[in-house]
């Protein structure tokens, strides 16, 4: 096991996290890797059965609005549930905006939450240990998801979720907003055991953070489903090119920064996520999300019982 001298230790600006002081280090071994494996498998199972009960949630609210039941607690009987007119703008602004930009609001909101957290010092030692992700680590499953909504650098956060933003329109028109968010919690733990994974079989235990590996699966899948969409650089508008072209240069990027060990990124968690959104667009949906069919009679059965 890796061991330190000091638990002192310094964030660099692209998300990655490096000890200050001397170490002493061998090479961790690979059933170190048996729990963070079991986790993902159990945290990505757990996400889709989770969004599928939200989806059946949401039918039936649906349901019941349509046929003028009044048995949801949390639906409004009367015209005059808002009273506020600050309230009633925001309501009417939050309904304005698309599914894919609730979802992307709702995520940014979350990774914004926890970018302030980072600025409190008291809170330091808890970000440290939760918010970053290291198979050297003590603890080191849950930070595999947590770690996913960690942003140390605002132009790391600013890029991660300009991309969301960005693609969220079409991620969630596509697959439905219960079934982007089962995989993008579920890219954001595999892209972690595959960072695990090759931290581990290199031996560079350094730790890091971000929503980048989540954030590959959904590009991955989005651009191999329409492979001739038009995409520019934000700061280049007028250079253009197709979205086939594009996740495809960044794969090779990947690729060669893991053969060459390059420090800037955690390009293994990049291809990881980038791999699972390919393998996922031809496959999840079909023999996953598909087949959900007994979690909503299983839930069903449930919610009878209960009234």
């Known amino acids: 096991m890796r061991q330190t001298k000091s638990s002192k230790w310094s964030l660099k600006s692209d998300g990655n996290i490096n000890e200050v002081s001397e170490v002493v280090t061998s090479k961790l071994s690979p059933k170190c890797l048996i729990k963070p494996f079991i986790f993902t498998v159990t945290f990505s199972g757990c996400s889709f059965v989770a969004c599928t009960v939200w989806q059946y949630e949401e039918m039936r609210i649906y349901a019941q609005n349509m046929f003028g039941s009044h048995s949801h607690p949390y639906r409004p009987r009367s015209p005059e549930y808002k009273r506020s007119e600050f309230r009633r703008q925001i309501n009417a602004w ?13 995520i940014l909101g979350i990774n914004l939450c926890v970018f302030l957290f980072w600025r409190i010092p008291v809170l330091q030692p808890f970000m440290m240990k939760y918010f970053c992700a290291s198979p050297a680590l003590r603890g080191s499953c849950l930070p595999m998801f947590l770690s996913t909504f960690s942003h140390y650098s605002f132009f790391h956060l600013a890029m991660n979720m300009y991309v969301l933003y960005s ?64 995409l520019q650089i934000v700061f280049l508008p007028f ?18 920064g893991l053969v060459a060990k390059w420090r800037l990124f955690d390009h293994a968690a990049h291809l990881g996520g980038a791999i699972y959104g390919i393998l996922y667009l031809n496959y999840g949906t079909k023999y996953i999300w598909n087949n959900r069919e007994p979690i909503f009679s299983f839930y069903h059965k449930l919610r009878e019982k209960k009234e």
Do not use: H
């Open 167 to 230: 693609f969220s329109n079409g991620a969630v028109g596509f697959f439905g907003k219960e079934q982007f968010v089962a995989m993008y919690c579920s890219a954001g733990v595999i892209s972690s055991f595959a960072s695990y994974a090759f931290k581990v079989a290199s031996g560079r235990l350094v730790t890091s953070l971000g929503a980048s590996g989540a954030l590959m699966a959904i590009l991955s899948s989005i651009c191999f489903q329409f492979p001739e969409i038009p």
């Open 239 to 256: 250079f253009t090119f197709t979205a086939s072209n594009a996740i495809k240069a960044i794969m090779a990027l990947d690729f060669v």
């Open 94 to 106: 939050w309904n304005a905006q698309s599914e894919g930009e609730k979802v992307a609001m709702a």
